[in-house]
């Protein structure tokens, strides 16, 4: 049995049995929906169709239906892009950063953050597909043989690392999350009536891979855990900073930075985090989870904010301190610009939502509320959608040659596909909610004994 | 002289790991354990051989990096050389600095997905496979220890019994 010191607050609230984990688990999908889940599925849905649209005319008519224009030709598509893959990045870190620094608190908050991850790497991918015009030629970017006369794609483009690192990412993180799940399945496949509902048994008995837990596959899953959560820990730092690669490795002012790789991986997990909160302190009251995600996963999950929002603000200010060190002028107008120039109001969003606003979780009582988590979660997610596009825009709307220097302002269609994605993101969790085991069981009993109130109390 | 199987059902983890090794110190072969999540300890108790898993990651991450390599060497060297910003390009060698994120993503890519396979593979893991535990409680809150006896069950009985058994089950052959 696995020992825990006594003067830790428990992390499962109530007096909890093994069976009772069970059948809180398995209650979001034995169940009815409840009236939140259908507010929110039907809202979610409708900015999903609102997406499916303005894609759609998109691909049929061209992107020039966006706000592009011959100066800033990269604006909010990959805003979002980075956006939607820096979100992703709490996943991997709460599955498999935390499962190697054995943080026992990630248990009841791994899965969720896992789909999450998924959900946002699938609307991050969206966004490099439809910017290119032409998404049924998107498999060119695969090194596959072809007949366009030996024509492979360039392996010292950090496009084509993206492309690399990305799809690694997403199908690593997807088995990942399936190998947790198959235990998971099989107990509620268990649990299903075979009279009552064939159907229902059959499809978790599909999806549970005939798992029986014996303790050699046990001892399989264990280790198979521990090793993909060390290959997923490199690759979660290395796919942010590919991505930070598509900017530094190119020679736009503002761009062309060394710190980008660090500050980017920060930046993914600082709003990576914040949408976990958003996204569980939602969840917990639609699915009734309230005794496993309690207030010290989110008091632990602001103290990762606040530690990275402050190593953010650090990045912020190290950036403006450098352009000014470099001695080249158009660095230093390129920051200067930014932080004064027409865009002064994206760059103050985003230092006011970024670095000033988490410093409030210094209060315990502010990092310990859930009223004020979910706000400050929404400004953080607010605050990183705006970094991504002050380090965009601004560096591009003031071009080399003064005649071309332009602004940026979004179309309607550019407006629904960034809300589409968050309905389309919303869509698969929330069916997920209902669909899956949202908190993975079978590790979380395993420290039911050592962390769970009733235990703790007795000692 | 028949076959019988034996199933001894546990409530608690800690109860079944002290039974598995009284057992054991009897000379009896247990033939399975079933539980609802790992328990700590039991694989050491039932005289499991360490698992290699992680060595086939290891194999498979230097499978990725080889395939990775020779992929890279024949699109950018072989097959179709260029001349890419002026970069040194001529030998493998000299431009491999730019290849190292795919290399890396090559490596992470086999180690991660053919080991999840092998894992799979070896526990006969796949879709629509049936579960092959004889109670459907074992993943909810039991732990259930399989024992096969040839001829006389009873001391096997009383040991599960004196060692904290909740209900001790019997299967005929």
Redesign the interface.
């Known amino acids: ?2 020992k825990e010191a006594t003067i830790r607050d428990p992390l499962i609230l109530g007096k909890k ?3 009772d984990i ?1 059948k809180d688990v398995a209650r979001p999908v034995e169940g009815k929906a409840n009236k939140y889940w259908w507010i929110l599925f039907s809202l979610s849905f409708v900015l999903f169709l609102w997406g499916v649209l303005s894609i759609a005319y998109t691909v049929g008519t061209g992107i020039g239906v966006w706000g592009l224009n011959k100066t800033v030709n990269w604006a909010w598509d990959i805003t979002n892009f980075v956006w939607w893959i820096g979100i992703g990045h709490a996943g991997t870190l709460i599955s498999a950063v935390l499962l190697l620094f054995r943080q026992k608190w990630r248990m009841s908050i791994n899965r969720s953050a896992e789909a999450m991850t998924i959900f946002a790497v699938v609307q991050a991918a969206l966004f490099p597909i439809i910017h290119m015009g032409r998404p049924w030629l998107a498999y060119y970017v695969f ?1 596959i043989p072809n007949q366009f006369g ?7 483009s ?1 496009l ?2 993206d492309v ?2 990305i799809s ?1 990412y997403f ?2 993180s997807v ?2 999350w399936y ?1 947790g799940l ?2 998971d399945f ?2 509620i ?3 299903m009536s075979a009279t009552i509902s064939p159907m229902k048994k059959q499809l978790y ?20 855990s ?3 959560a060390g ?2 820990t ?2 979660v730092f ?1 796919v942010h900073s ?1 991505v930070s ?1 598509d900017f530094a490795t190119s020679i736009i002012p503002g761009w062309h930075t060394t710190i980008f790789p660090p500050y980017f991986v920060l930046g993914a997990l600082f709003s990576g985090f914040a949408m976990v909160e958003t996204l569980l302190i939602i969840m917990r009251k639609v699915v009734n989870l309230e005794s496993y995600i309690t207030v010290k996963h989110i008091e632990y999950m602001n103290i990762i904010i606040l530690l990275t929002g402050s190593l953010v603000g650090t990045a912020y200010i190290t950036e403006l301190f450098m352009s000014w060190y470099s001695g080249v002028e158009f660095e230093q107008y390129a920051f200067l610009n930014r932080a004064t120039g027409p865009y002064w109001w994206a760059y103050a969003i985003m230092m006011s939502c970024n670095v000033l606003t988490p410093q409030l979780y210094w209060i315990k009582s502010i990092r310990t509320s859930f009223v004020a988590t979910f706000i400050l979660s929404i400004f953080v997610n607010i605050g990183m959608w705006f970094e991504r596009f002050v380090i965009i825009v601004t560096s591009l709307h003031r071009d080399f040659l003064p005649s071309s220097w332009s602004m940026f302002s979004p179309s309607f269609i550019d407006i629904g596909i960034y809300l589409g994605t968050i309905g389309f993101f919303f869509v698969l969790f929330l069916l997920y909610a209902r669909v899956f085991p949202v908190i993975a069981q ?2 979380l ?2 420290i039911v004994k050592s962390s769970g109130s009733e235990y703790k109390n007795k000692k | 002289m028949s076959t019988n199987t034996i199933y001894g059902i546990f409530d608690d983890e800690e109860v079944l790991l002290s039974s598995v090794k009284e057992i054991r110190s009897n000379n009896i072969e247990i033939k399975e354990v079933y539980s609802p999540f790992p328990v700590h300890g039991l694989d050491k108790a039932l005289g499991l051989k360490e698992t290699r898993m992680a060595i086939t990651s290891f194999i498979y991450g230097c499978l990725g990096l080889t395939l990775g390599s020779l992929m890279i060497y024949y699109m950018m060297q072989v097959d179709w050389p260029q001349n890419i910003g002026g970069k040194p390009n001529w030998t493998f060698y000299h431009n491999v600095p730019a290849f190292v994120p795919v290399l890396f993503e090559c490596t992470v890519l086999f180690a991660a997905h053919l080991m999840s396979i092998t894992y799979l593979f070896r526990n006969g893991l796949f879709p629509g496979a049936k579960s092959d535990s004889p109670d459907e409680r074992t993943t909810d809150d039991k732990f259930l220890m399989e024992i096969e006896v040839e001829g006389d069950a009873s001391a096997i009985k009383e040991i599960l019994k004196k060692t904290g058994a909740s209900e001790i089950n019997e299967k005929d052959f």
């Open positions: 049995m696995q049995s093994y069976h069970t090194p030996s024509l492979w794609m360039n392996f010292n950090p084509i690392w690399f690192a690694t199908s690593v088995v990942f190998i198959i235990p099989a107990m496949r268990d649990r008995s599909f999806l549970s891979f005939g798992w029986s837990g014996k303790a050699k596959h046990w001892q399989r899953f264990e280790e198979v521990l090793v993909l290959l997923a490199p690759l290395s590919i690669m079978a590790e009993k395993t």
